[in-house]
């Protein structure tokens, strides 16, 4: 069974960074695209980053582009999500997941991923 474990949220005041992680297993994980997303309290949740299979392709809601990087460990079935600059909208629970295809018309979509994980919270302040 696929498991996703978040794990780097926490409390940062407006313009600092943090770094998420996103731990798989019960899976090939090189073998899977992954994503980010988010949640804040009474919104939707909006796709944020994914990544290749290899790595070698990335893509970036237009409100997280230049300030976000996605990355990716196959090595340590790892998924990361550098986020510098934060602002007080970046507030949400973040959210890993895992998709079997990678195709940019589906990723930005929840419904392109087949496992989540629990999410985890990111507070900015200002």
């Known amino acids: 069974q696929v498991q996703l474990v978040e794990s780097g949220g926490g409390l940062v005041q407006a313009g600092g960074s943090l770094r998420l992680s996103c731990a798989a297993s019960?899976?090939?994980?090189?073998?899977?695209?992954m994503g980010w997303f988010r949640q804040a309290p009474g919104k939707e949740r909006e796709f944020v980053a994914a990544?290749?299979?290899?790595?070698?392709?990335?893509y970036y809601a237009d409100s997280v582009k230049g300030r976000f990087t996605i990355s990716r460990d196959n090595a340590k079935n790892t998924v990361y999500l550098q986020m510098n600059s934060l602002k007080p909208e970046d507030t949400a629970v973040y959210y890993c997941?895992?998709?079997?295809?990678?195709?940019?018309?589906?990723?930005?979509?929840?419904?392109?991923?087949?496992?989540w994980g629990q999410g985890t919270q990111v507070t900015v302040s200002s």
């Open positions: 990544i290749s299979w290899s790595g070698g392709n990335t």
């Open positions: 997941a895992a998709a079997f295809r990678w195709d940019t018309k589906v990723v930005v979509t929840t419904y392109g991923y087949d496992y």
């Open positions: 019960g899976c090939t994980f090189s073998s899977y695209a």
